[in-house]
């Protein structure tokens, strides 16, 4: 097997691309309306294909609250003899032209936002972020978590919807380059990209002239949590990861993601083929009371942010977020200018200040990868084993180096 750490032509194609896309905020719909292949059947779920019988209980604990919010199951244990009759269908998001945050469970009737990448139409699509602690994307699935859900869905959407409308598109591009600067790194500290969203909408809220009530209402959800833009940089995300796919050349990485079992990997040149290895427990930081014995391994698609430079590949623009996941900034900051090792170079519009402007390490190249044996750190949370826990952590994990090998395997054997 090659270990060549020669830069390709067509990685240099795809590693343009990755820089250049430009996607947008142009909407929210129900996900059956504009999901590619969505139907009522169907859940999307995080990280690459997985059955119900290997499902990690949060996933199964998230797929059983989707089914109840569907109204394909009256109750909890409804719900999972429906999941694993054969009458359910599950897939990747990914798949899909969609992503999901940690379960990643994305049904019908759930809305998502809609990014669109200017120079190509491709569109992605990704829920609406519930706020941290007892949430579906952590296997929460109690009264409460449904209850927010039908909110979201029932009113919140239409009133978001009318928003969008009256504001036109969201350069979210601009939207994290900013952010960058002011401290986020859009992955797991959105502080301040959520502030600039809410600053930006807020005007179209209230010129909607709905009740004032349902106003007060949405923004409060929007201004009470810190992680609401995390579905916009994932959307944000996978619409590039979709243009770099589109070109069909080059070795770098355009999806990484977990499904609390397996982590998988995607690759520009390779189509939809998914490159696996184990899913683990890192070292990363428990909240009180919690340990690695309850967590569940590597889970989600937000990982995504990481395949183009953000996240964990940009932590010296987030210094604070050390409180959040643990280590020194020093340490931090360190462990992610590692990844310039393993990366096409800097991103040409996402700069970090505190590194004299340097853009972030971007274009993660399989190559690279294997012949450094370093692994691309992801910027994570960790869900409860325990369903109904939520979550239980956060920290930075490695990506298992068998995703590469295998990649390279396939890379060298086209060749």
């Avoid at 696996?276 to 391994?297: I, L, R, Y």
């Amino acid at each position: 097997m090659s270990s060549s750490n020669v830069i390709s032509p067509d990685s240099s194609t795809a590693f343009a691309r990755l820089c250049e896309a430009h996607p947008a905020l142009v909407g929210i719909e129900r996900a059956v309306d504009v999901i590619p292949g969505m139907r009522r059947d169907l859940i999307l779920h995080a990280g690459p294909p997985i059955d119900w019988n290997r499902m990690a209980s949060a996933m199964r604990a998230a797929i059983c609250g989707g089914l109840v919010f569907e109204g394909l199951a009256g109750t909890i244990e409804e719900a999972e003899t429906l999941a694993a009759s054969g009458k359910i269908e599950f897939a990747p998001a990914h798949d899909h032209a969609a992503a999901g945050a940690m379960a990643g469970v994305i049904t019908a009737s759930m809305p998502v936002f809609v990014a669109e990448e200017k120079n190509s139409g491709l569109r992605a699509h990704v829920s609406v972020n519930e706020g941290l602690g007892k949430a579906l994307r952590f296997g929460a699935n109690g009264p409460d978590v449904l209850e927010r859900l039908r909110w979201i869905r029932d009113d919140f959407f239409p009133l978001m919807q009318r928003a969008l409308e009256i504001s036109g598109p969201i350069n979210l591009k601009q939207a994290i380059a900013e952010a960058l600067r002011r401290g986020d790194e859009v992955h797991n500290r959105n502080k301040s990209a959520t502030s600039q969203f809410f600053r930006d909408i807020a005007p179209a809220f209230v010129a909607t002239h709905a009740p004032y009530d349902q106003i007060e209402k949405a923004l409060r959800f929007i201004g009470g949590n810190d992680h609401f833009f995390l579905s916009l940089s994932i959307a944000h995300a996978k619409a590039v990861s979709l243009y770099v796919e589109q070109c069909g050349v080059g070795d770098l990485v355009t999806v990484m993601a977990g499904n609390g079992v397996e982590v998988g990997i995607r690759v520009a040149s390779l189509g939809n083929q998914w490159f696996t290895g184990p899913a683990n427990v890192a070292d990363v930081k428990f909240f009180d009371g919690h340990g690695a014995e309850e967590a569940t391994p590597t889970m989600g698609d937000s990982y995504i942010t990481e395949s183009i430079g953000l996240g964990a590949f940009a932590l010296a623009a987030a210094p604070a977020i050390s409180a959040f996941i643990g280590g020194t900034v020093d340490q931090l900051i360190a462990r992610s200018e590692r990844m310039r090792e393993i990366t096409m170079g800097e991103h040409t519009e996402f700069r970090i200040p505190a590194l004299g402007y340097k853009g972030v390490p971007s274009g993660i190249d399989v190559r690279k990868v294997v012949s450094s044996g370093i692994s691309p750190l992801i910027n994570t949370g960790i869900a409860s084993r325990i369903p109904g826990v939520g979550q239980i952590g956060a920290g930075m994990q490695e990506v298992p180096m068998a995703c590469f090998t295998a990649a390279l395997s396939a890379l060298d054997a086209r060749a």
